[in-house]
């Protein structure tokens, strides 16, 4: 049962802000947004996560909307390092279970 | 370096014979994970422990096994019973109670000869 919804693909231009959305309309109020990304063949990576505020990281800002049905993962100044597939995931805290959808595979182009 | 290590990083096997493979880490993680991931697909849960000596069912348990004597390990074995068992597996951990950053290793890739 897919919690959130991604575009499958999408291209940006390096050195140029990359906006990944993420729609995850049934959320619950306990539940928060990760994001993670996969390049390829590795392990995925924790990027960030938030509750219902905006949150801002070293490698990422993620703006959740008013009524946290909707969220975008932006990427400031993309490299070609971040082509990768990025996965938007909703989770209960203490909930270990965490379910990977097929998430974006994005491509930065120079 | 702090962190999780699977092994081996590539593994053939002949069908009709079971595997284990290895997951260490030495982040003092309470909880850790198996998943399977399948060519453009995403990552699926297979067992997941919160303690030791303690391990729950993911989504897709049929065909595997796990253990977790030693809070560091968490060794999965994959059985004869797997009726597609070719896939790239990854271990990951996290502290519990976290707020849910998992931390991954770099994967085991299984192929069935």
């Known amino acids: 049962d897919a919690k959130t919804t991604q575009p499958t693909s999408m291209d940006c231009a390096e050195g140029r802000a990359a906006n990944l959305p993420c729609n995850h309309s049934?959320?619950?109020?306990?539940?928060?947004v990760y994001w993670y990304r996969q390049i390829h063949s590795q392990g995925p990576q924790y990027i960030i996560h938030g509750l219902k505020n905006n949150e801002t990281n070293e490698m990422a800002s993620l703006i959740i909307t008013e009524d946290r049905k909707s969220s975008t993962l932006i990427l400031p100044h993309a490299t070609l390092r971040d082509t990768a597939v990025y996965y938007c995931?909703?989770?209960?805290?203490?909930?270990?279970?965490?379910?990977f959808g097929a998430g974006t595979t994005v491509t930065v182009r120079a | 370096d702090g962190g999780i290590t699977q092994s081996p990083k590539y593994l053939f096997r002949k069908e009709g014979q079971n595997v284990t493979l290895s997951c260490e880490q030495n982040?003092?993680?309470?909880?850790m994970y198996w998943y399977r991931q399948d060519p453009g697909q995403g990552l699926r849960l297979i067992y997941y422990s919160q303690i030791v000596n303690d391990f729950q069912k993911g989504d897709i348990a049929e065909g595997y096994s796990v253990s977790r004597e030693k809070k560091e390990s968490f060794p999965l074995t994959v059985t004869s019973a797997q009726k597609n068992p070719t896939a790239f597996y990854l271990c990951?951990?996290?502290?519990?109670?976290?707020?849910?950053?998992?931390?991954f290793g770099e994967g085991s890739r299984l192929t069935v000869l």
């Open positions: 982040l003092n993680h309470d909880a």
């Open positions: 990951a951990s996290s502290q519990a109670y976290s707020t849910g950053e998992l931390f």
């Open positions: 995931i909703v989770r209960v805290e203490g909930d270990y279970k965490l379910s």
């Open positions: 049934t959320i619950s109020g306990n539940e928060y």
